[in-house]
């Protein structure tokens, strides 16, 4: 498999950025409140989003952002997709919800190895579909 390069992760992460706000701002426009209940279901998506069970043509392993650039997570030794691998979903995301430090790790996929912490501690790797 090919791994995907830093362009396709970084759009696929600006789309699912997007899609992220979402319910903040929907919940937002009702009223304050609601607007909390739609920044945690932000945090949900963002650490789960690519564990989530298939939807129609979305999820499946999938962030909406990943399927929208054919590209994929899977488990580095075995190959497999994380759908449904919720706590690999987590490790992967942790490191970019660190401030600084999520920058300097999304930074790491312009390296040789085209990983990020995220992914040397989860053992995955982003390919192309």
């Given at each position: 498999?090919?791994?995907?390069?830093?362009?396709?992760?970084?759009v696929?992460?600006?789309?699912?950025?997007?899609?992220?706000?979402?319910?903040i701002?929907?919940l937002?426009?009702?009223?304050?409140?609601?607007?909390?209940v739609?920044?945690?279901?932000?945090?949900a998506?963002?650490?789960?989003?690519?564990?989530?069970?298939a939807?129609?043509?979305?999820?499946?392993?999938?962030?909406i952002?990943?399927?929208l650039?054919?590209?994929?997570v899977?488990?580095?030794?075995?190959?497999?997709?994380?759908?449904?691998?919720?706590?690999?979903?987590?490790?992967?995301q942790?490191?970019?919800?660190?401030?600084?430090?999520?920058?300097?790790?999304?930074?790491?996929?312009?390296?040789?190895?085209?990983?990020?912490?995220?992914?040397?501690?989860?053992?995955?790797?982003?390919?192309?579909?």
């Amino acid at each position: 498999m090919q791994k995907a390069d830093a362009g396709q992760r970084f759009v696929a992460a600006f789309i699912d950025g997007l899609v992220g706000y979402v319910p903040i701002l929907v919940l937002g426009f009702i009223s304050y409140q609601l607007a909390m209940v739609g920044y945690l279901i932000t945090i949900a998506y963002h650490l789960t989003k690519d564990a989530i069970p298939a939807q129609g043509n979305f999820f499946g392993g999938q962030s909406i952002g990943k399927k929208l650039m054919k590209i994929k997570v899977i488990k580095e030794d075995t190959g497999q997709g994380i759908v449904g691998d919720w706590g690999t979903a987590i490790v992967r995301q942790i490191s970019l919800m660190i401030p600084i430090f999520g920058i300097v790790d999304a930074l790491m996929v312009f390296g040789d190895e085209k990983k990020r912490f995220g992914d040397k501690w989860a053992n995955t790797i982003v390919v192309k579909e």
